[in-house]
């Protein structure tokens, strides 16, 4: 049987034995769709860029140092200077710049090539995930403005802060705090529950305690008395959840031949100016189990890509739209980007 018709089917019997997890008949009684993302690498994790490292242990883009990318991107592409952060941000993900969004496509046949290009020498694997479940498409934009700003709470003030008797880190992290605390509300009502069902597969792969993010405690101090710590640390738990996915603003060809969307994520890894090193939720890596992928033989990358190309006319050239890329090259030089 043609390979590809193999894969399809395969990935089919994996979304029939989901579905009735997000039936109608679960409590949210919510429309969903299934959408899609290819690894060269099976053992890959679900991490988006800003939040990779590399062998070392070391983060291949400073995280602290989001907004600074963001902004010179802004410079750079002045376009974008009105525009919601959210597509600031997804323009330099289609880019090759470190972000917080992980790309994802509404066709398993684009999933599929990205399976099978790159590194030819390994497994590669389709995941599949629930969007518009637990959030709306319009709750989801909302949640990922909001995650998206999270870019702005660290060193902006460091040029700010002349006082040597103020601590840049404690500022930062207030700031943080106060971020989360001034949104529990607005974020808690747009996805409609404070909390995941015991039933959802992703409830295990969920885990936000004191050791995953050390200023709990400073947020339930500024929280209301009304609000428990259990709320809070449910309120985090959907905040961190994979079910944030946005349809790509169709303001880049590219996003638009790739099918693309994002699933956006929560957090980041505050290095301080002072040493200090503080955990808040950083981008929660999600393994999902090997039972619950589908999995492409190293061995027939070739001849697959070879059939997306012949038969669906799916390849480099009408996935990646290739002029601006010079200019983000250049970026990623200037602020010594690793590959």
């Known amino acids: 049987m043609n390979k590809v018709l193999d894969i399809l089917s395969r990935l089919n019997k994996h979304v029939t034995k989901v579905e009735p997890l997000y039936s109608p008949s679960h409590k949210y009684d919510r429309n969903y769709s299934i959408v899609f993302r290819g690894h060269a690498d099976k053992d890959y994790e679900l991490s988006p860029s800003l939040f990779r ?32 952060r959210i597509n600031v941000i997804a ?58 700003n999270f870019a702005s709470c660290d060193s902006k003030y460091l040029s700010k802060i002349k006082n040597p008797l103020v601590d840049v880190d404690e500022k930062n992290l207030s700031d943080l705090v106060y971020f989360y605390v001034s949104n529990f509300e607005t974020i808690s009502r747009l996805h409609g529950a404070l909390e995941i069902p015991d039933s959802d597969p992703i409830k295990s792969l969920i885990k936000i305690d004191n050791q995953s993010f050390s200023l709990l405690d400073k947020c339930l101090a500024l929280c209301p008395d009304s609000v428990t710590k259990e709320q809070f640390i449910n309120f985090m738990q959907v905040l961190y959840s994979p079910y944030c996915f946005i349809d790509a603003p169709s303001i880049n060809p590219r996003i638009i031949a790739q099918q693309g969307l994002f699933q956006v994520f929560a957090g980041k890894h505050y290095d ?48 990646y739209l290739k002029d601006k890329q010079q200019i983000v090259n250049e970026l990623k030089s200037e602020l010594k980007i690793l590959n």
């Not at 070391?58 to 200077?81: A, T």
């Open 91 to 148: 323009d330099m993900q289609h880019y090759g710049l470190p972000t917080r969004l992980l790309d994802w496509t509404n066709n398993p046949l684009i999933a599929l090539y990205f399976a099978c290009s790159g590194t030819k020498q390994k497994d590669g694997s389709i995941l599949f995930g629930i969007k518009d479940f637990y959030l709306s498409s319009q709750a989801s934009l909302a949640v990922a403005e909001f995650l998206s």
């Open 272 to 319: 301080g100016y002072n040493g200090a090193s503080y955990k808040i939720a950083k981008g929660l890596n999600y393994i999902i189990a090997e039972s619950e992928k589908i999995i492409i033989a190293s061995r027939d990358k070739d001849e697959i890509l070879l059939i997306l190309d012949k038969q669906f006319n799916i390849n480099e050239s009408t996935l």
């Open 53 to 84: 490292k590399n062998g070392n242990d070391e983060f291949l883009y400073p995280v602290g140092k989001e907004h600074i990318l963001i902004n010179e991107y802004i410079k750079k592409f002045p376009e974008f200077s009105s525009q919601p």
